[in-house]
DNA sequence: CTGAAAGCGCTTACAG
DNA sequence: CTGAAAGCGCTTACAG
């Protein structure tokens, strides 16, 4: 077993004392230039590191931070959570991550553990966060900070995409390339992204004929319910041209319904998605999607954080940022359906 | 804000000592009927649970493991942490998880904060593990278990899936299909992941005319490495009728390069990767794949860490779990090239 | 600029 | 079965 030295032993061979070494470790309160040298000489023969447990326990900050997701094995959230670390290691903190599935008991549980272990703050990329939950963790005094939550947060900051602006882009693009008929697969109304992106569908089409509430279909975000959705909308409107799905995954579940009726995708339908996971691009056709800057908002939303926890942000706001569209296949209407290169 | 409680606050509520309520808490020592009681009831009224941070400087134990991977927004990864925090949750661990990118460097930077912070023990997924910081790990006491590591292992137990064996059973389903001159793109051989599939395929098809070493070409276990390596392969024998890919993502990769150049992914050149990640079911045509069991092998070396920590595993030793062949559109080989349902 | 002391909230022997 | 004491390795006022 190798021994590890604390800051007694760097005290000692420096000849100072505990609370100067402290001093100088933390950068807090004046140590003489002379005294310096010996204690980083002393640091650095005994090869010390400070002890971050008892570090914590003093002085009620562990340099850590927890990420709860609904489920890190979602491709959205994976993606999030690189930035998440990539930011926090930058800044020092190490980040804890606990999967919520979207259930307020398990996020509670969390939120009960984390305290327990003076974490220093909590991003929250799962909707279940209830007033009381949020309103007791202010009273505790632990910083959050959340993702495409509504507009009632009054203790923490929130990050999300222009979810309405980029469901108005998405339906632009699908006129643009000739679509004259365009259905609409929703995502849950108890979150905003699935809200936002309905209410910029119906703003964008209702001025036209064709437009009837009969082109909206639910979905769950998940890629079975794009595909039922579609199925359902088929049948309905047999002579759709358009398909905006709520999210990607949905929008792989029209193209595999399309597909597996024999209806080519894009020349026949086009469809067009909202995320940009990586996934889009695996398809045949690519996916054409409304990309939300997925890894610019988990670093966002971290240095958000971080800014909290050390007290240097001003005020709690709600940042929206940008979407792009990126165009690809499965919304290109060739004239030939089946040519081949 | 809140007043927190603590241990003494229960001990006075409860008129025993501090030692006494510590006792009950942790289960160790006799404690009379009665007076636990009288402490149950205290703690239940002041809403008392152990600080976290006091009890690791103290006993030297935080309930919390790391998870260090190359890549949390790799699907492979991300499913693999999902099992992990699962099986943590369940034994009351906390999990920290680090991006390596399979860099030596970020991987003994993660070492140093996780010693520092007491952790409990690593599961490294990551590469990069050196010998040297396996053998500082065992001196410092801090237990491991690795995913997918050579049988050079002396301090930690290893997990992994029968990737010779797989590489086997992709080759003999080609065989099946009515393949007669299959290729394979291997990963890093640096990796035993790629260097067992290559032994399997190897091994496989070396006694067959028409097999010759310059079916083999090396990709990077990436989307792109995988169609460079189709393209080349293409090249060199454009009679192949089998692409068995080192992993999914190559898969993917040669299956976009085949259908650039207006193959027909099956019927023609029939394809199979390795993994069985989720991405498989994405593309079109489905992919065929040999599945690890990805979430048991997570959940799997979480319980040995676990164990590890607790001192109940008897001995290191190395776990290769079964692997799965899923058949799918991508090796059907049907008679007509381009029907239509 | 520096040190002694108290304290963070527990656990762990050691007496009794 | 129970309690007093020391200790885990730091930080933070407070004197000087």
Redesign the interface.
Same mark, same amino acid.
């Given at each position: 077993? +190798?021994v590890?030295s604390t800051i007694r032993d760097v005290a000692k061979l420096a000849g100072v004392s505990v609370s100067t070494v402290s001093r100088f470790l933390n950068k807090s309160g004046y140590v003489n230039a002379e005294t310096e040298r010996l204690i980083k000489d002393a640091i650095e023969k005994l090869n010390y590191?400070? %002890?971050?447990? =008892?570090r $914590?326990?003093a002085g009620k900050k562990?340099n850590?931070i927890a990420l709860i997701l609904p489920? +890190?094995? %979602?491709?959205f959230?994976?993606?999030l =959570? !690189?930035a998440v670390?990539?930011v926090a =290691?930058t800044y020092g903190y190490?980040? +804890?991550? *606990? %999967?919520s599935d979207d259930q307020g008991t398990k996020e509670r549980r969390y939120i009960?553990?984390?305290k &327990? &272990?003076?974490i220093d703050g909590i991003i929250f990329a799962s909707n279940t966060l209830s007033r009381e939950d949020s309103e007791?963790l202010a &009273?505790? *005094?632990i910083p959050f900070v959340c993702l495409d939550r509504g507009p009632s947060e009054k203790n923490g900051s929130v990050v999300r995409s222009k979810n309405k602006e980029g469901a108005v882009m998405a339906v632009r693009h699908l006129l643009d390339v000739g679509c004259r008929k365009i259905a609409h697969i929703y995502g849950p109304q108890d979150l905003i992204t699935g809200k936002e992106r309905l209410n910029g569908y119906v703003q964008s089409v209702q001025v036209f004929e064709w437009y009837t509430p009969t082109l909206l279909e639910p979905g769950d975000f998940r +890629?079975a319910g794009g595909m039922a959705a579609t199925e359902r909308l088929l049948e309905r409107h047999p002579d759709i041209d358009g398909i905006f799905a709520g999210n990607d995954l949905m929008a792989?579940g029209a193209? &595999?319904a399309l597909? !597996? !009726? $024999?209806i080519a995708v894009g020349c026949q339908v086009a469809v067009c998605g909202f995320d940009g996971i990586q996934?889009t691009e695996?398809?045949?056709p690519e996916l054409t999607t409304i990309a939300q800057p997925i890894y610019e908002m988990g670093a966002h939303i971290s240095r958000l954080l971080i800014k909290k926890i050390e007290g240097v942000l001003e005020e709690d706001r709600i940042y929206e940022l940008d979407v792009k569209l990126i165009a690809r296949d499965s919304t290109l209407r060739r004239k030939v359906p %089946?040519e081949? *290169?």
């Open positions: 077993m +190798i590890i590191s400070p %002890n971050e447990v =008892a $914590g326990l562990t850590t489920d +890190i094995s %979602n491709l959230f994976s993606d =959570a !690189r670390e990539d =290691a190490t980040v +804890i991550f *606990g %999967n009960e553990t984390l &327990k &272990k003076y007791m &009273k505790l *005094g +890629i792989v193209l &595999k597909q !597996r !009726r $024999g996934t695996i398809t045949t %089946n081949q *290169g």
